[in-house]
């Protein structure tokens, strides 16, 4: 069993009150005493003159929150009764005789060191092994008396929590269209078809054949480039045979015999060339020269 006073009281019902301390994150340091008292089954008293003093605040909301204090079975408001009075009395004699009227708070106002020495009575007197406050003249009070007070500064704060990280989700929020881009894999048949195209091939159009004898008449009927080239070649030869037999007039009548066979010989010679291998000029056939 623990008791708490006013000041830690307030923080632990109140959404907005305050520590005297300025200790930080005050109320995270309240709740998280309360979480680890309820998984000790602890009970926290709370003395009755603390409890007067937190309804004094609360005002106008102060049935409010007795309502709400009655449901909360982890607190109990103690009364200072007669075993309160007993403790509170034996107190008074002790400490007079070491350290005087006031004790160790000295600087006190008289009727304040009354009321806390009776919060720490009530706490003794129901067993309380500690008393939580953020008040430094209760903290020597019990000092005075024996029993420890754990003030606000001395509370822990909630350890961290830790969370896992979830690192397809971090890969998906950097990289959104990976899975759109790219499938991660294909199954397939092992023949380099994708599954259920197992042994399909792409099919590409036929080609139809002609008959032999079709394919010779057409061959037959379309000339090739050669053929234009080498039947423009015998034009020209045919062409200068004329020439070189009008030029040869003249030497026959001289009595010079000209050979004619010299001219036929020309078609020979570019048939024997192939493509691209024509002189640029024909030899000259004039044999009057």
Not at 33 to 47: A, F, G
Not at 111 to 140: N, T, W
Request: some cysteine; hydrophobic content about 35%; charged content about 30%.
């Amino acid at each position: 069993m623990v008791a708490f006073d006013n000041s830690i009281f307030c923080i632990a019902i109140h959404p907005n009150a305050r520590a005297r301390s300025g200790v930080d994150r005050p109320r995270d340091r309240v709740e998280y005493l309360l979480e680890t008292l309820k998984k000790q089954d602890e009970r926290i008293i709370i003395p009755a003159p603390a409890f007067s003093e937190f309804l004094v605040l609360a005002g106008e909301d102060g049935p409010l929150y007795l309502a709400k204090i009655r449901e909360m079975s982890i607190f109990r408001v103690v009364p200072f009764d007669s075993r309160a009075a007993v403790e509170l009395a034996d107190i008074e004699i002790a400490i007079r005789a070491k350290l005087g009227k006031r004790g160790s708070v000295p600087e006190a106002d008289w009727q304040k060191v009354k009321f806390d020495r009776q919060i720490v009575a009530i706490a003794k007197s129901h067993g309380a092994r500690c008393i939580y406050s953020d008040d430094p003249h209760i903290e020597k009070h019990g000092k005075d008396c024996g029993i420890e007070v754990i003030p606000l500064s001395k509370l822990p704060l909630p350890p961290a929590v830790q969370t896992t990280l979830d690192l397809e989700e971090v890969a998906s929020i950097y990289e959104p269209d990976k899975d759109k881009s790219a499938p991660a894999a294909i199954s397939g048949s092992g023949d380099g078809h994708p599954e259920g195209q197992a042994g399909t091939q792409e099919k590409h159009p036929e080609v139809v054949k002609a008959p032999p004898d079709q394919e010779s008449k057409e061959s037959e009927a379309e000339p090739t480039v050669n053929d234009t080239k080498q039947s423009g070649a015998s034009t020209g030869d045919a062409a200068l045979g004329q020439r070189n037999n009008s030029e040869a007039t003249p030497d026959d009548e001289k009595g010079v015999v000209v050979e004619q066979d010299q001219t036929a010989s020309l078609p020979e010679v570019a048939a024997e060339k192939t493509e691209g291998d024509l002189p640029a000029a024909l030899p000259n056939a004039d044999h009057s020269k």
